[in-house]
């Protein structure tokens, strides 16, 4: 029986749970929080390296202020106990918490169930809200379970007219330095970055995140080719392989446009990133190429819905969610 | 001397301008509101055909209550005596206004300046805001006075990767119901719509208005070929001869691709809306070519800027201005 505040409070956990990205991988960043009568007395998030788990540093912060609480947390709490620390459903269900509001079951064979299970023999009310992952800030986690791969956001940076270079070639910069600042920042949040070959010879690029602050937050870099790659580089084939990049949860592709266009064929984007300038290339390069849209029909198969829109200097970035 | 609250009462005199559109054409779509002590006691826009002016309405709607009041105007009130009605400057001399605020000066030799001198020399103290003629509804005029051509709204419906088919060709419909909806209205709003003639003999577009109420504003049609063209139809071999456009001020220009980029390469495009549907084609028919922009540079020398966005459905509509 979901209450009206559930879905407020539950928005404010996953918030939360974005602070534990990427630090917290290959764990999941899940967040929490404790409120009784409208006063928030205990937060968390999962901590670096994945421990402490976000509803022992909530509880934690709480005290003896949990009894008689409610709690929510974006994931189902964990029934396993580890060498790392106590199950949470245990230490939930010690606390004395009234009420348990979860974001999502977790597909964790290990808890998938029991967790919820143990909260409600210890006589708390659990209440699941069944939310997507994408709204919790679990989408790696949902992947890596479902699907054995990482969650996959592809970056477009184009012109108006789907072009990221002029007929004769010129390429930078296209979309502003606030749109760049952007793409940097959603580097800092993936634990993994590829380009294809192509992309890797012409440009050598960096793959670091230029922000202040979060230069310690370069994630793993990873090249779409069959050739030879740098130091520090892994390779992989072809799209398919993402599976076997160990420990990935978030994978952000960034181009060229044969290597978005082999993610997008093979339907291996779930996330889409287009940051748009507000110019007229004309017969310059598309963006993507072929990925096998003969039809409208198969091309409005892939479910694209807008997921947040924003103003970025004199671009607009676009995000989009695979249905 | 202008105050804080003139610019909100020359947008809502800007909003009623609105109203005059097309049915007032060829001549300007005024606004004007009559306002003391914040209350209106007077509006009007031009009426059909071009008479009454915007002015005329207003005065006679306010009566006696105009004197000591102000009148905002969006465009100069006219200098010039015709057998279709006395000058407005004098219309609004007569009634006594204290105050006459006006958005732009209007550029037509007959007036330009002499309306404002002679609302000057009855006593009215005159604030000129000198807004731009798109913010007034008087883009088509500007454009008349000043180029000597129509104002031109180029009309785009693409893919998120700016495509107008898909690889095998096909093309509808693209965008949504909502989308096409809109398009119908700016259809209304226009005096003469444009299609290229590989549009014209490939779809024979019945190019009217499909809202109800609105068939009657069904604009005459033009078509950029140096074939022929049905019965009705106005053919023009390339973009330079919308000069010859007999009393249209706005002209919407809709495709095909090649149509577009000849008028974007000609820099005839004042107004651009995309129409952009949630879908990635990959490798289709570009909504446009090569328009002569090889560099980002040449590119970005269009100054377009955004001017309005909304979701229409499950589409996004920008709207661009050229700078």
Chains 1, 2 share one sequence.
Not at 30 to 51: H, L, N, Q, S
Not at 121 to 130: I, K, R, S, W
Request: with cysteine.
């Amino acid at each position: 029986m979901p209450l009206a505040d559930d879905a407020r409070w539950m928005a404010a956990a996953a918030a939360l749970a974005e602070r534990a990205r990427p630090l917290a991988s290959p764990n999941p960043g899940v967040g929490a929080i404790i409120v009784k009568d409208g006063v928030v007395f205990g937060r968390g998030w999962t901590m670096a390296g994945g421990r402490p788990h976000a509803e022992a540093v909530a509880l934690d912060h709480a005290g003896s202020a949990a009894t008689g609480a409610t709690l929510y947390v974006t994931l189902e709490p964990c029934a396993h106990k580890s060498q790392r620390g106590p199950a949470c459903a245990d230490l939930v269900s010690e606390a004395g918490l009234a009420r348990v509001v979860i974001g999502m079951d977790d597909p964790d064979p290990r808890t998938a169930g029991s967790g919820t299970a143990r909260l409600q023999d210890a006589g708390a009310e659990v209440t699941l809200l069944h939310w997507e992952p994408h709204r919790l800030g679990l989408s790696g986690h949902a992947a890596h379970l479902a699907k054995s791969r990482p969650h996959v956001t592809l970056k477009l940076a184009m012109s108006l007219d789907g072009c990221i270079a002029t007929s004769s070639g010129e390429s930078q910069w296209i979309t502003g330095e606030a749109s760049r600042a952007h793409g940097h920042r959603e580097r800092a949040r993936a634990d993994a970055i590829l380009v294809g070959g192509g992309t890797l010879r012409a440009d050598a690029p960096r793959l670091d995140v230029r922000l202040a602050g979060l230069e310690g937050r370069s994630p793993c870099r990873v090249a779409l080719t069959s050739g030879e790659v740098p130091e520090g580089w892994q390779a992989i084939r072809s799209p398919q392989e993402i599976t076997a990049l160990d420990g990935v949860r978030y994978l952000m592709v960034e181009g060229g446009a044969q290597t978005a266009s082999a993610f997008l064929a093979a339907k291996l984007v779930d996330r889409l990133l287009i940051y748009r300038a507000p110019v007229l290339l004309g017969g310059g390069t598309p963006a993507i190429g072929n990925i096998g849209h003969d039809t409208l029909e198969a091309a409005f198969a892939d479910g694209l819905a807008m997921q947040d829109r924003r103003t970025l200097g004199s671009d607009t970035l676009e995000v989009y969610q695979r249905g």
